[in-house]
Nanobody, 115 residues
């Protein structure tokens, strides 16, 4: 089993920044891709960004140029730097980790962007 614990969410004004962190623990051997998804009220969960074990990033078009994903393999931690936040970025952000064929999810952290 893999446990994922997110931190860093909160309430910010539009145009400001937040940094999310997600630390993996437990059976971490075999984790490859890590990343973030989000779910806004009344909407389906959507991909925000992922990063492979060799640090190749992938972003949703809606966050390209504003969000930056990174990871520290030694700390088994993935980060999401969110700049120029918009009200439409408001959502619960979920950390994910792929270990072999199974995807693990964190409990989620709320990000609220006020206009």
């Amino acid at each position: 089993q893999v446990q994922l614990v997110e931190s860093g969410g909160g309430l910010v004004q539009a145009g400001n920044s937040l940094r999310l962190s997600c630390a993996a623990s437990g059976s971490i051997f075999g984790i490859t891709t890590m990343g973030w998804h989000r779910q806004a009220p009344g909407k389906q969960r959507e991909l925000v960004a992922t990063i492979t074990i060799d640090r190749t990033p992938n972003y949703a078009d809606s966050v390209k140029g504003r969000f930056t994903i990174s990871r520290d393999n030694a700390k088994n931690t993935v980060y999401l730097q969110m700049d120029s936040l918009k009200p439409e970025d408001t959502a619960v952000y979920y950390c994910m980790a792929l270990r072999f064929t199974r995807t693990y999810w964190g409990q989620g952290t709320q990000v609220t962007v006020s206009s």
